[in-house]
């Protein structure tokens, strides 16, 4: 069986020296046929991490390309219009990759017809040190199959675990920092990331994949597929911080888009329910503080948020929101 082309495609936005280490670790691959696309939000770079992006370029090691806009689902369909691979991979800016990476993904495709994309798992540094700090090791809290919680789109969110899960399976969605698709989701089934997803662009991949397993593809999590995500604090997706107030209203208006998007009444309550008992209230799992006076704010925004999503899915009558995919069309 021949092996496909790989387009690996890296979204950018204000990383230094780790999007330089993880460039270095996809050259270091054991997969022959493998195109980059590094798609820089980053407007001015270090001297030293410039001359190293313009010189992998000027060997045709990556492809580099340049945006004056920061949008995470914007530069993703950006580089998928540039890409030529038959399967499409998506990493972040700040990870680290085992030599077969580019394989385990690949091997899923060439299993399974069926499967249209695939969820590597994430070991996120945060959690590994987290685990080494409390002296408890990480494979005492390993699981082998997720609950069927996992698989219900109203509160998926809170069950669906790609770090410790140790068995393949099928899941309902994938972690943006890990994941890859069949072109054809893109050029046949004309499914794009919506770029109304804003700051951090929390559930964006979440609303992507909700739409692809209406095509019938499944979603197939490999847990040798797997990546460490760094989660560096400054640059990324994520340069807002998390105590801002444009990161609080951001997180509530995506979480409500994405189920006003795709969900059914039902399973909107639910998630609604679910959302406001943890992220406002402050119980498990999110664990937040349950002073009065941070519920009360946490629940304004959670109400703006809702306000706000709403007023973004009634924009879509006229409005469609892609402003970055049109930006990119018109200069083309």
Known sequence: MSLPLISAIVPTYEREEPLRDTIEDLLKQDYPLLEILVIDQ????????????????????????????????????????????EIIIFIDDDVKLPKSYLKAHIKNYQKNPAIGAVAGRVFDRMKLADFSNKGQNDSLFTIKYLPPEAMDPGIAWYHIDLVHTTEPQRVISARGCNM??????????????DERFRGSAVREESDFCLRLRRTGYQIWYDPEANLIHLGEETGGCHDISTRSLQYQFTFYHNHF????????????????IKLFDCH?????????????????????????????????????????????????????
Not at 45 to 55: D, G, V
Not at 289 to 308: A, D, E, H, M, Q
Request: hydrophobic fraction near 40%; proline fraction near 4%; glycine fraction near 6%.
């Open 257 to 272: 888009l994405m189920a006003l998007k795709n969900l059914t009444l039902s399973q909107q309550l639910h998630l609604y």
């Open 280 to 332: 406002v209230l402050g119980n498990p799992p999110c664990n937040k503080s349950g002073s009065p006076v941070k519920i009360l704010t946490r629940g304004l925004f959670y109400c703006l948020g809702f306000l706000n999503a709403l007023w973004t899915q009634i924009k879509k009558l006229w409005d469609d929101g892609q402003i970055y995919t049109r930006i990119d069309l018109e200069t083309k």
């Open 180 to 193: 890859s698709f069949r072109r054809e989701i893109f050029t046949k089934h004309n499914i794009w990331f």
């Open 42 to 85: 980053t407007l001015i770079h270090k001297p030293e991490i410039q001359t190293y992006l313009e010189n992998l370029a000027k060997e045709n090691k990556i492809n580099w390309f340049r945006v004056d806009w920061a949008s995470l689902p914007g530069a993703r369909n950006y580089g998928i219009r540039r890409a030529k691979g």
